[in-house]
């Protein structure tokens, strides 16, 4: 199998790394058509500490009860977005949305730059392998900022999770993203994300454990800098998730992430 050499380089930060490996095989299953040409992929899944629990075995009292203020927790087969995953196929999405504008923004904690590009400019020339060394201000993905009127078809398929707070009510995030990128710690209020097609690889701290972590450098420098010399009691809780999960997290909880494939995800922000 032939590598080009822009890919190559892009990745040769990982290949080092005793607890990240890359592998040039295609994701299985049905991918979307979002899998890279050179098929490249972090491999390590890593650890899974969060409870992960089948939706109909869990009622809505018992979530309220043991996960909707204190803790995460990962629902299967909670909803059916069968139809929803056809809509964000590669071909789907570039044949509806490819010439509409869309907002990316950096991946560091504060997420200061914005820019305005055509999604198919985007999957074109920006979604590819992100480097280890890279700077949160020089990366840019998509993810939020949608334009809910522009986009209001597709979120229209989308089944939310319907295990809600008192007194909240959803707002969604829509992202596409390459492997190795993600957002490096920080928090908001409660929500849930669940990933349509790809895999990607939470950490979680609670409120009052603000994790040790550089604004501006990204969650996968971190992996490879930080995360193998935390000692135990500093260890975060981490899963990776993949389509047909959804994960559920509390507010102010901190959190980062990082997608191990080219990933298609949405999250639903309860506030």
Known sequence: MEYNTAVLTACAQFVLLCFIGIKAAEPSGDGGGWSSDSGFRLQDEGDCNIDILDGFS??????IERYAYSRPVILRGLTDNTRFRSLCSKASLLEE????????????????????????????????????????SETLY????????EWQSLFE???????????????????????????????????????????KRWFL?????????????????????????????????ECT?????????????????????????ISTFLG
Request: net charge negative; charged share 20%; aromatic share 16%.
């Open 205 to 237: 701290y609670p409120p009052d454990r603000e994790p040790h972590f550089h604004p501006n450098r990204t969650t996968l420098s971190w992996l490879r800098d930080t995360y193998p010399h935390l000692p135990e009691e500093e260890a975060p809780l």
């Open 58 to 63: 869990l009622s809505h009292q018992q979530f």
């Open 241 to 265: 998730i993949r389509p047909g999960e959804v994960l559920y997290f509390p507010d102010r909880w901190w959190h980062a992430t990082l997608n191990l494939d080219t990933s298609v995800f």
């Open 142 to 149: 998509f993810f939020g900022d949608n334009n809910f009127t």
């Open 97 to 136: 949305y490819g010439a509409s504008k869309v907002r990316l923004s950096t991946a560091n904690t504060f997420s200061y730059r914005k820019v305005d590009i055509p999604l198919q400019e985007y999957v074109d020339d920006l979604l590819r392998p992100q480097s280890a060394d890279a700077l949160g």
């Open 157 to 199: 398929q989308y089944e939310s999770p319907p295990y809600v707070l008192p007194r909240t009510s959803g707002a969604y995030s829509f992202g596409i993203a390459g492997p190795g990128t993600g957002v490096p710690f920080h928090w908001h209020g409660p929500g849930y994300s669940e990933v349509i097609y790809g895999r």
